[in-house]
């Protein structure tokens, strides 16, 4: 065990600190290369397979080209559910567990229809299937590779989603049918791009994360606008947002007629979540 460990600390030295390293270090033996915890916890020494060995080189030249870890598993774990995750869908945040909590919360027991625009790999929508399996849960995507991952991950987990490839930009709604429309939609500006890790900028899908500076909030202002013709009286849209505009967009909801508008931080008291009310 510790001849793989000094392996994967020797590859990823120059590319990763420590702690990570650690971290890392353990999923590839425990989860990629499939040795058992205690084996890895007690540092035992393992002769690996010609192709363990394969998996490992593998996993360590991907690692260096800073592709994210999840990639690599092929999945990603969110709200106690497994997601497959590809290059073609983002990797679920904890954040974003939190929006879901938070709706799930506020409609327990309730049977209820739920909208999920940009879902990605489905992580939002198939939870909340999940967590309100008497609700009807529908989820839009403008691509069809994420949409077929986002399908594919509601047969795993055994939820019923009905999927939908739809641009929210584009879409002219026809009437109200939705009592939730919940969202994650793209919202990093474009002169952000240089503070972000490499992990996500070169390897997540930018049109799943990219906004222009110019109109930051062109995706929770359409989604809000269009909200007032799909949504029922008192239904709620909840968004998941840029730490940087909560104000802002609390003030454009109020402004297009949205009440009971309300602001949740996230975990690491970011401003992350709004809830606003259609009367």
Not at 1 to 10: F, G, L, S, V
Not at 144 to 160: D, V
Request: glycine fraction near 6%; aromatic fraction near 8%; hydrophobic fraction near 40%.
């Amino acid at each position: 065990m510790i001849t793989i460990a000094n392996r994967i600390k020797e590859g990823l030295t120059d590319s990763y600190p420590v702690g990570e390293i650690t971290a890392l270090t353990r999923i590839i033996a425990t989860e990629i290369l499939g040795i058992p915890q205690m084996t890895f916890f007690l540092k035992d020494n393992v002769e690996l397979t010609h192709e363990q060995e394969a998996t490992l080189e593998d996993a360590i030249k991907r690692l260096q080209k800073y592709e994210p870890i999840q990639y690599i598993q092929g999945y990603s774990d969110f709200c106690g559910l497994r997601f497959k995750v590809t290059s073609a869908t983002l990797i679920p945040r904890p954040e974003t567990s939190e929006l879901v909590e938070w709706i799930a919360a506020d409609h327990h027991g309730k049977t209820i229809n739920i909208l999920d625009i940009g879902t990605g790999s489905g992580c939002i929508a198939v939870s909340l299937a999940h967590k309100l399996p008497q609700s009807k849960v529908t989820a839009w995507e403008i691509s069809p590779e994420a949409l077929t991952i986002a399908a594919e991950n509601s047969r795993s987990n055994g939820t019923e989603v009905t999927f939908g490839l739809v641009d929210i930009l584009s879409y002219e709604p026809t009437e109200a049918q939705f009592d939730i429309i919940a969202s994650n939609p793209p919202y990093i500006k474009e002169n952000e791009k240089s503070a972000m890790h490499s992990n996500v900028l070169c390897w997540e899908p930018h049109t799943a994360l990219f906004v222009p500076d110019s109109d930051p909030l062109i995706f929770y202002r359409t989604i809000a606008e269009k909200g007032l013709q799909m949504l029922a009286t008192d239904g709620t849209l909840y968004f998941e947002i840029n730490r940087a505009h909560g104000a802002e967009t609390m003030e454009m909801l109020a402004n297009i007629g949205y009440t009971n508008v309300e602001l949740r931080k996230d975990f690491a008291g970011n401003d992350r979540m709004i809830k606003a009310t259609k009367n």
